[in-house]
T-cell receptor, first 111, second 113 residues
Framework: DAKTTQPTSMDCAEGRAANLPCNHS???????VYWYRQIHSQGPQYIIH???NNETNEMASLIITEDRKSSTLILPHATLRDTAVYYC????????????FGKGITLSVRP | DGGITQSPKYLFRKEGQNVTLSCEQN?????MYWYRQDPGQGLRLIYY???????QKGDIAEGYSVSREKKESFPLTVTSAQKNPTAFYLC????????????FGPGTRLLVL
């Protein structure tokens, strides 16, 4: 059962901001939004996560709508090395809570 | 350098053989996980372990077995009962399973000859 919906793919120009959307309309109050990315033939890399407040770290910003039914991952200045599959995951924090990876969105950064 | 290592990077198996994939971590993490990824697909959970000498089945455990004799190590055996073993296998670890961020190794690609 898919808890998140993401577009299949998108592209952006190098140096511009990449805004990756995610819908999670059935999210529960104790569920966080996580973002991972996977560069081809490598293991997934953790990017950021949040509950309801916007979050920022050295890699990206996460904007969560007030109703928490959708979020956007922002890469402020995309580079060619940001080309990857990005996974938006909804996950509770209790015991036996697992990460469920869907197909993600393929971001292509063009020169 | 702390991290998760998986070996080998590529592994070839003849039909009917068991093979074991290695996963080691020096992050002092309690929980470890094995995932399988097929081309163009997301990750699916095979087994996970919250503590030494304990592990639970994930969504697709049939044809696989694991052990957790040491905190640092969580080897995965792909048995001959796994009918479609060709895939990319990923190991991950976290401080504790209850909501902590999982960190992944580089993966092992298994090919059946």
């Amino acid at each position: 059962d898919a808890k998140t919906t993401q577009p299949t793919s998108m592209d952006c120009a190098e140096g511009r901001a990449a805004n990756l959307p995610c819908n999670h309309s059935t999210i529960s109050g104790n569920e966080y939004v996580y973002w991972y990315r996977q560069i081809h033939s490598q293991g997934p890399q953790y990017i950021i996560h949040g509950l309801k407040n916007n979050e920022t770290n050295e890699m990206a910003s996460l904007i969560i709508t007030e109703d928490r039914k959708s979020s956007t991952l922002i890469l402020p200045h995309a580079t060619l090395r940001d080309t990857a599959v990005y996974y938006c995951i909804v996950r509770a924090t209790g015991a036996n809570s697992k990460l469920t990876f869907g197909k993600g969105i393929t971001l292509s950064v063009r020169p | 350098d702390g991290g998760i290592t998986q070996s080998p990077k590529y592994l070839f198996r003849k039909e009917g053989q068991n093979v074991t994939l290695s996963c080691e971590q020096n992050l002092n993490h309690d929980a470890m996980y094995w995932y399988r990824q097929d081309p163009g697909q997301g990750l699916r959970l095979i087994y996970y372990s919250q503590i030494v000498n304990d592990f639970q089945k994930g969504d697709i455990a049939e044809g696989y077995s694991v052990s957790r004799e040491k905190k640092e190590s969580f080897p995965l055996t792909v048995t001959s009962a796994q009918k479609n073993p060709t895939a990319f296998y990923l190991c991950a670890s976290s401080i504790a399973q209850a909501g902590e961020t999982q960190y992944f190794g580089p993966g092992t690609r298994l090919l059946v000859l």
